[in-house]
């Protein structure tokens, strides 16, 4: 029997929703409100909002801004069988987004994380987790096992204010792919296993002009995470 958490009383993208679900019966998926992502940073001229269906981080136009929102962990209950705030990264796990970008620039990034704590800074993964990393519009793939963190080119270049659905799929061993709107657009097979190693595990989206001064802007639709139990 599939469990079905949800925070959201629209549906998910149908397609979507149905070749995540097929043949996993032992999924407890989570769907996001965006104003659960109660907890911002920002530096510099950033800025964070949310509201129906979005989540809003933007730098604004002073170099070295950053922006970040994230979705705390302390009630999630991630996985069966574990402290509430950890996630088995040795079951299957699978996240899905709906995001847009709305203003970038040469040295800006966007990112999208599910593992890192609340508290972390504006950054790459740097402990167990699984992700996106739009460098420039350029989207790559980013995978952390605890030890090390890999980087896929997604060979995808976004168009700014055009969503994309973005899922990724981490089968327990070590195995990640992510899809871009349903195709396969890269691996890796650099991923973790066992229990994450943060004391808490949030979903992130962030955003960081480094040397502009140009506002970069990403949106997040809809978020939802599935983890077999």
């Known amino acids: ?38 907890t911002a940073a920002v530096a510099g001229s950033g800025s964070t909002g949310v509201g129906t269906r979005r989540v809003k981080v933007s730098t604004g136009t002073t170099a070295s801004s950053t922006a970040r929102r994230a979705l705390g962990s302390d009630t999630m209950a991630w996985s069966a069988g574990k402290n509430r705030i950890l996630i088995n990264w040795s079951k299957r796990v699978v996240l899905s987004l709906v995001i847009f970008t709305d203003g970038n620039s040469a040295n800006g990034e ?5 593992g890192p704590a609340t508290s972390d ?12 990393h739009i460098d420039n519009l350029a989207l790559k793939g980013q995978t952390h096992d605890g030890t090390t963190l890999s980087e896929v080119d997604l060979s995808t270049t976004l168009v700014t204010v055009v969503p994309d659905v973005i899922t990724i799929t981490s089968d327990g061993s070590g195995n990640i792919e992510w899809f871009v709107n349903g195709t396969s657009a890269g691996t890796s097979g650099s991923g973790a296993t066992g ?21 970069n802007v990403l949106f997040l639709v809809n978020a939802w995470v599935g983890i077999e139990q």
């Open 110 to 114: 966007m990112r999208v994380l599910f």
């Open 195 to 215: 229990d994450s190693s943060n004391s808490k595990n949030a979903l992130v989206v962030e955003v960081d002009n480094n040397a502009d001064t140009t506002d």
């Open 121 to 132: 800074g504006v950054a790459d993964l740097a402990t167990k987790g699984i992700g996106i």
């Open 1 to 38: 029997m599939t469990m079905i958490s949800v925070q959201r009383n629209y549906p998910a993208p149908a397609q979507v929703m149905e070749d995540l679900i097929r043949g996993q019966a032992s999924m407890q998926w989570h769907e996001f409100n965006t104003v659960d992502f109660t």
